[in-house]
């Protein structure tokens, strides 16, 4: 047989007939293990090097409801999964992201619009009331800086919740619905309803050929589904999904963070319970009394017990050996606090062992390492232990403030505080709450472009800390060069967040105001340059 002008065999090399393609035959590649083109053999590779050694592979196929069952187990019986996750949640949301507007001035002044001051006034102040309201979310018994932390939650733990956005009664509400209750109707007509606009309902989910979500179908209490559309009657999203991680591309639903860690955070939690029930069970046996072959086998604390009921008490005072001993051991006891015992011919007291496993820190605390670092937050920021040298320390905290902004970045702004703050400042918009030229005449033309440009913003949070602030500035003042000694490195906006002293222009006003109120303050000051003049 010849392929490319290659005769081809198995167990005999030829040399090459002709460079010309001569025929063509079809290679089965089961029925051989390599092809010999003259000096060049070609394999037939799966990633096994060794035959059998990866065993048969596997295509496998998510089951989301059972995923999700296990993770939040996990989060209630393993201490350690739940040390992980909130502080994960703590790091990433904490109290909330604040708003920060940054329209785009070069795109919106292509359209005639310049000013953007008061707009960026009353977007920031009316959303940050806003998001600490507790009128903010639709039950209205939380704020939405505390729906962020709990859709977060959700959707690195169990992989997925719905967010659905509501106006009702003059205002926009926000209400997360657990990923669970998103499932495909059984036995129901939405199937074909579905069918009928062309699209098809996968894992709970409406899609159409390009993928594009079009509702959600939410179980009831009366084993009936309720169908949410992703978008209103404007083309306005109102509903979607905060994923924690896909598994691919083409999946509609989350995939939990903790699944490759499962069953090994499960098995920890075997070993720590066992190793800490053995301990246990040798704490309640703090010494042993142990025997020779010249032993009596009397036990030394009988004696003991009997003086304390009042029997068999020494009544002469010329007893000698035993008795005598005894005698001492109690004035020990009286004086020391200590107690001692008359061991009889032939008995030893010996400490029990206590220790279960001298290998339990070091393998507990590996298996801990890997855990922390699938969710990517390092341990030491997850145990809060900074005990090492500040290179490592530091190292540490910079590699989680990475992860803290990028997550930041792409999840909670992504799937949680961009679509809201669109949502609510369309309403605000069309309610004339907040001020934004031509935004209208945009919706009305459909102009993405503007649209956007106004709604580009940015979401902060807290900082990472510097293990040693002073290091950090003089390493970036000697980067600059000396002739930026006297240029600031940060904002005084910046550092009130920095600093975790609340909005920047709140704290100037109240310094103002405590300035005008206090005794010492002089309305109208003089410069003094050393000559005696102004």
Same mark, same amino acid.
């Given at each position: 047989?010849?392929?490319?002008? *290659?005769?081809?065999?198995?167990?005999? %090399?030829?040399?090459?007939?002709?460079?010309?393609? /001569?025929?063509?035959?079809?290679?089965?590649?089961?029925?051989?293990? +390599?092809?010999?083109?003259? #000096?060049?053999?070609?394999?037939?590779? @799966?990633?096994?090097?060794?035959?059998?050694?990866?065993?048969?592979?596997?295509?496998?196929?998510?089951?989301?409801? /059972?995923?999700?069952?296990?993770?939040?187990?996990?989060?209630?019986?393993?201490?350690?999964?739940?040390?992980?996750? %909130?502080?994960?949640?703590?790091?990433?949301?904490?109290?909330?992201?604040?708003?920060?507007?940054?329209?785009?001035?070069?795109?919106?002044?292509?359209?005639?619009?310049?000013?953007?001051?008061?707009?960026?006034?009353?977007?920031? #102040?009316? *959303?940050?009331?806003?998001?600490?309201?507790?009128?903010?979310?639709?039950?209205?018994? @939380?704020?939405?800086?505390?729906?962020?932390?709990?859709?977060?939650?959700?959707?690195?733990?169990?992989?997925?919740?719905?967010?659905?956005?509501?106006?009702?009664?003059?205002?926009?509400?926000?209400?997360?619905?657990?990923?669970?209750?998103?499932?495909?109707?059984?036995?129901?007509?939405?199937?074909?309803?579905?069918?009928?606009?062309?699209?098809?309902?996968?894992?709970?989910?409406?899609?159409?050929?390009?993928?594009?979500?079009?509702?959600?179908?939410?179980?009831?209490?009366?084993?009936?589904?309720?169908?949410?559309?992703?978008?209103?009657?404007?083309?306005?999203?109102?509903?979607?999904?905060?994923?924690?991680?896909?598994?691919?591309?083409? @999946?509609?639903?989350?995939?939990?963070?903790?699944?490759?860690? /499962?069953?090994?955070?499960?098995?920890?939690?075997?070993?720590?319970?066992?190793?800490?029930?053995?301990?246990?069970?040798?704490?309640?046996?703090?010494?042993?009394?142990?025997?020779?072959?010249?032993?009596?086998?009397?036990?030394?604390?009988?004696?003991?017990?009997?003086?304390?009921?009042?029997?068999?008490?020494?009544?002469?005072?010329?007893?000698?050996?035993?008795?005598?001993?005894?005698?001492?051991?109690?004035?020990?006891?009286?004086?020391?606090?200590?107690? !001692?015992?008359?061991?009889?011919?032939?008995?030893?007291? %010996?400490?029990?062992?206590?220790?279960?496993?001298?290998?339990?820190?070091? *393998?507990?605390?590996?298996?801990?390492?890997?855990? &922390?670092?699938?969710?990517?937050?390092?341990?030491?920021?997850?145990?809060?232990?900074?005990?090492?040298?500040?290179?490592?320390?530091?190292?540490?905290?910079?590699?989680?403030? +990475? !992860?803290?902004?990028?997550?930041?970045?792409?999840?909670?702004?992504? &799937?949680?505080?961009?679509?809201?703050?669109? &949502?609510?400042?369309?309403? #605000?918009?069309?309610?004339?709450?907040?001020?934004?030229?031509? +935004?209208? %005449?945009?919706?009305?033309?459909? @102009?993405?472009?503007?649209?956007?440009?106004?709604?580009?913003?940015?979401?902060?949070?807290?900082?990472?800390?510097?293990?040693?602030?002073?290091?950090?500035?003089?390493?970036?003042?000697?980067?600059?060069?000396?002739?930026?000694?006297?240029?600031?490195?940060?904002?005084?906006?910046?550092?009130?967040?920095?600093?975790?002293?609340?909005?920047?222009?709140?704290?100037?006003?109240?310094?103002? #105001?405590?300035?005008?109120?206090?005794?010492?303050?002089?309305?109208?000051?003089?410069?003094?340059?050393?000559?005696?003049?102004?």
């Amino acid at each position: 047989m010849k392929l490319f002008g *290659f005769e081809i065999n198995k167990t005999k %090399k030829t040399e090459p007939q002709s460079s010309d393609l /001569l025929d063509y035959e079809t290679i089965n590649p089961q029925s051989m293990s +390599y092809v010999d083109y003259g #000096n060049i053999q070609s394999i037939y590779f @799966d990633g096994e090097k060794t035959p059998y050694e990866l065993g048969t592979p596997k295509d496998i196929i998510l089951d989301y409801q /059972l995923l999700r069952a296990r993770s939040w187990q996990s989060f209630i019986e393993s201490d350690v999964v739940q040390n992980v996750i %909130k502080k994960y949640c703590l790091w990433i949301v904490g109290p909330g992201l604040k708003l920060q507007s940054q329209p785009n001035e070069y795109i919106l002044g292509k359209k005639g619009i310049s000013d953007t001051k008061t707009f960026i006034q009353d977007s920031e #102040n009316q *959303f940050r009331l806003h998001a600490r309201m507790n009128g903010s979310s639709y039950s209205g018994m @939380d704020t939405l800086h505390g729906l962020a932390a709990e859709a977060l939650k959700n959707a690195i733990l169990a992989g997925d919740c719905l967010i659905l956005q509501r106006f009702e009664g003059n205002k926009v509400t926000t209400e997360l619905i657990d990923g669970y209750h998103i499932q495909t109707p059984i036995i129901s007509e939405f199937h074909d309803q579905a069918k009928a606009r062309g699209n098809e309902i996968k894992e709970g989910v409406e899609i159409n050929k390009k993928g594009t979500h079009i509702a959600f179908y939410i179980s009831q209490r009366d084993l009936s589904y309720k169908r949410i559309v992703a978008r209103g009657a404007s083309g306005r999203v109102k509903a979607w999904l905060f994923y924690g991680m896909k598994h691919k591309i083409n @999946d509609v639903r989350g995939m939990s963070l903790l699944t490759a860690i /499962l069953e090994t955070s499960a098995k920890m939690d075997r070993y720590k319970d066992a190793a800490l029930g053995t301990a246990e069970e040798n704490s309640k046996i703090p010494y042993t009394i142990e025997h020779n072959q010249f032993s009596t086998g009397e036990d030394p604390q009988v004696q003991q017990f009997l003086a304390a009921a009042g029997k068999n008490r020494p009544v002469a005072p010329e007893t000698k050996s035993y008795d005598d001993c005894n005698l001492m051991a109690t004035k020990i006891a009286q004086t020391t606090s200590k107690q !001692t015992y008359n061991m009889p011919i032939g008995s030893t007291v %010996k400490r029990n062992s206590w220790a279960s496993d001298i290998n339990f820190g070091e *393998f507990f605390g590996v298996n801990i390492d890997i855990i &922390y670092a699938t969710i990517g937050i390092p341990a030491e920021v997850a145990m809060e232990k900074f005990g090492g040298s500040y290179s490592g320390s530091r190292a540490a905290l910079k590699s989680w403030e +990475y !992860t803290m902004v990028t997550e930041r970045e792409v999840k909670v702004r992504k &799937y949680f505080y961009q679509p809201t703050y669109t &949502y609510w400042l369309d309403i #605000n918009i069309l309610q004339n709450n907040v001020s934004a030229p031509g +935004y209208l %005449k945009a919706i009305q033309e459909k @102009d993405e472009m503007t649209l956007e440009a106004y709604r580009d913003s940015r979401f902060i949070g807290a900082t990472v800390p510097h293990i040693d602030p002073v290091k950090e500035v003089m390493a970036e003042r000697k980067k600059l060069g000396s002739s930026f000694d006297n240029y600031p490195l940060t904002t005084a906006e910046q550092a009130s967040e920095n600093l975790n002293t609340g909005d920047y222009e709140q704290t100037i006003k109240k310094a103002e #105001n405590e300035k005008k109120n206090s005794k010492f303050f002089d309305p109208d000051p003089v410069i003094n340059n050393g000559t005696g003049s102004d």
